[in-house]
């Protein structure tokens, strides 16, 4: 079978991993690497690349095609809406949810110097850390692990924000300092590894073992909860959700005005049973609270600026 993936360093490390999960049940994987509307713009912020699915849509096109059985994605940056005729087969166990901060010398997010200047790209990230730290400074930053790493060494930036599971995958060791999920909620599916195979294919049934039910009920909820403000991957949304026993799940999620002053903020525990229509309520109650609002907001002023 022909995973298709992108072509960084941790794409190519994520469809490693299924390729040896697969491997593992006697499937042989061949690799095809395409390059993504994401890929080809890394010039400018995230926000002023067009429509959504930045990252997936090349990847949904050649699978449509026939060009590639199988595809592996970073769970969050799938789109809510998916084509007609695929399908996530798997959701692998969760690696870490966590942001993670890096600094050139190790100091820590409570201890850096007022104003200094932090490097990220995620609106998300960007909103929670004026939130927490009103006094800092917030640059884009884009480009694969190595790149951003190197901008930091190179003095542009006092520190970074990455996600921990990128770090796991690639096998870094470095010092960093793990952000709580309470102040920095991480975006949907955070972690999580997906796998998108054709309706119905050979495919779809060989991946569906390697599917982690646990963290598919969790990443489900996380993306119910966001669609009814139907940010996608631009505006500052986090939605993070995790098994506290085995009946039931907590849900947090939160919506922020991209300067962090205002914020629209749900935590609940749920019961695993019809999780889905507690998911869906707590999505609604997010717009009630505001939660559009602050989207549409996000939005037009980002497309103001740009």
Request: glycine letters at 8%.
């Amino acid at each position: 079978m022909i995973i298709g993936t992108r072509g960084s360093a941790l794409a190519l490390a994520q469809a490693d991993i299924v390729a040896r999960m697969l491997a593992n049940r006697g499937i042989e994987t061949s690799r095809k690497i395409i390059k993504t509307t994401g890929d080809r713009f890394t010039d400018r912020p995230l926000h002023e690349v067009a429509g959504v699915g930045a990252f997936v849509r090349e990847l949904d096109d050649r699978m449509m095609e026939g060009a590639i059985d199988i595809a592996v994605h970073s769970m969050k940056d799938l789109p809510t809406n998916r084509p007609k005729g695929l399908t996530t087969s798997a959701a692998l166990e969760r690696d870490s949810p966590n942001d993670v901060l890096l600094t050139r010398d190790g100091t820590k997010l409570d201890d850096l110097l007022k104003g200094a200047l932090i490097g990220t790209t995620s609106m998300r990230r960007r909103a929670q850390l004026l939130r927490y730290r009103p006094d800092l400074h917030i640059k884009d930053l884009r480009g694969n692990i190595n790149t951003r790493m190197k901008k930091l060494e190179d003095g542009h930036y006092d520190g970074i924000m990455l996600a921990e599971a990128g770090l796991q995958r690639m096998k870094w060791e470095l010092d960093v300092e793990r952000l709580d999920v309470e102040r920095f909620c991480p975006s949907a599916n955070q972690g999580t590894i997906a796998i998108v195979t054709p309706t119905g294919s050979e495919a779809e049934s060989v991946t569906s073992q390697l599917n982690h039910t646990q963290t598919r009920i969790t990443t489900d909820i996380e993306r119910m909860v966001i669609k009814e403000v139907e940010g996608g991957c631009i505006a500052p949304i986090g939605s993070f959700s995790h098994f506290i026993n085995k009946n039931e799940v907590r849900v947090l999620a939160e919506v922020l005005s991209l300067d962090g002053t205002r914020q629209v903020r749900i935590d609940e525990v749920i019961p695993l049973e019809d999780y889905s229509d507690h998911a869906s309520r707590l999505g609604r109650k997010l717009v009630a609270m505001g939660g559009k609002d602050l989207v549409k907001e996000a939005i037009s002023k980002l497309r103001i600026d740009k």
